[in-house]
């Protein structure tokens, strides 16, 4: 089992930076695959980007490509999620979820962490 907690999330400009951080708990931290998503006021959450458990490979859906980097430091019980070039509808609560079966868009994410808001304005 592995408990998650997001942090790093606030104001920022359009053309801005924000880095998203993900701390795990447990000892198993290094089986699972990990992912962000996101969900907006009056939307359906959606996925943004995944990454391996060893963090060999990683997947972003179209909109973030480019912009955002996944990434993960087993040792640290860390998950990242750096946002650059930031646009007023990546605005939403991000959230890390853990995988113990799958990793990517598709996976069936069993962990959830409580959320961070990321707020750009124009």
């Known amino acids: 089992q592995v408990q998650l907690v997001e942090s790093g999330g606030g104001l920022v400009q359009a053309g801005g930076s924000l880095r998203l951080s993900c701390a795990a708990s447990?000892?198993?931290?290094?089986?699972?695959?990990m992912g962000w998503f996101r969900q907006a006021p009056g939307k359906e959450r959606e996925f943004v980007a995944a990454?391996?458990?060893?963090?060999?490979?990683?997947y972003y859906e179209d909109f973030v490509k480019g912009r955002f980097t996944i990434s993960r430091d087993n040792a640290k019980k860390m998950v990242y999620l750096q946002m650059n070039t930031l646009k007023p509808e990546d605005t939403a609560v991000y959230y890390c979820?853990?995988?113990?079966?799958?990793w990517g868009k598709g996976a069936r994410y069993d962990y959830w962490g409580q959320g961070t808001q990321v707020t750009v304005s124009s």
């Open positions: 447990g000892r198993t931290f290094s089986r699972y695959g």
């Open positions: 990454i391996t458990r060893s963090g060999g490979m990683t």
């Open positions: 979820a853990a995988s113990g079966t799958d």
